[in-house]
C-alpha cells in the first residue's frame, strides 16, 4: 500500500470525525510519511510500520472520545462488500475516461462478458424452478407454487449478485490507465525568428 491508497483509506474510516480532527490526523501520518522518506524508508514499510488500520483507527477514535466498538460494529461485510464494489466501480469509471476508445471499448467488452456469466449462472436456477413447479402441482396448495418462483428467482438474485461484486472487485481493481501523455519539445524561438 502506497501513501496515497493509505491516507484515503484512512479518512474513509475516520469519516465519523470532525474535519477539524480528521485533518489533524492526516496530517501527522503525512508528515511522519515524509520524515520516514527523508531518511531513505520505502513508503510501503512506513506504511506497515504504522501498523494495522483497524488498530489505528481505534486508537485514534479513542483518542477523540469515540467508542471504536459501537462504530465499528457498523462496518460488517455486506458493507464492506459494497463499498469495496463501489470503490472498484469509481476507480473504473475514472480510468476509463482517461483512457482512448479501444482501451474502453476492451474494458466494455469485460463487462459484457462478465454480465453474460452472470447471466448463464440462472440456468440451473430455471431447471430447480421448474422442478419443484412439477413437484408442487400435486399438492393442491393454493400459491405455492407461486412462493417456490419467488423464493429461487431471490436466491438466484443474491447468488449472482455475490459472484459478480467479487470477480468484478478482482477483475477490475487492478486495472491501469494506459494513456500516455503526448510531450511535446519546448522551442527556444527568438525575437530575430519571428521576423
Known sequence: MNQEEFIKKLKDKL?????????????YFESEI?????????????????????????????????NPEKVMKNENFIYKKFEELFQVIHRVVD??????LKDNVKILFDLFIL????CFIKIPFILIQNLGDSLLSYIDIPYISDIWGI???????????????????KWFKNLKTTKKLKTKELESVT????K
Open 115 to 118: 454480465i453474460i456469466f452472470v
Open 15 to 27: 469519516d465519523i470525525l470532525t474535519s477539524e480532527a480528521l485533518n489533524d490526523e492526516i496530517k
Open 34 to 66: 515524509e520524515k520516514q522518506k527523508d531518511q531513505n524508508v520505502s513508503e510501503e514499510d512506513i506504511i506497515k510500520s504504522f501498523g494495522n488500520l483497524e488498530n489505528i483507527e481505534k486508537q485514534i477514535l479513542k483518542k477523540h472520545g469515540i
Open 191 to 194: 525575437l530575430e525568428d519571428k
Open 95 to 100: 480510468i476509463m475516461s482517461k483512457n482512448d
Open 151 to 169: 423464493l429461487i428467482d431471490l436466491i438466484y438474485i443474491i447468488i449472482a449478485l455475490i459472484i459478480f461484486m467479487n470477480i468484478f472487485t
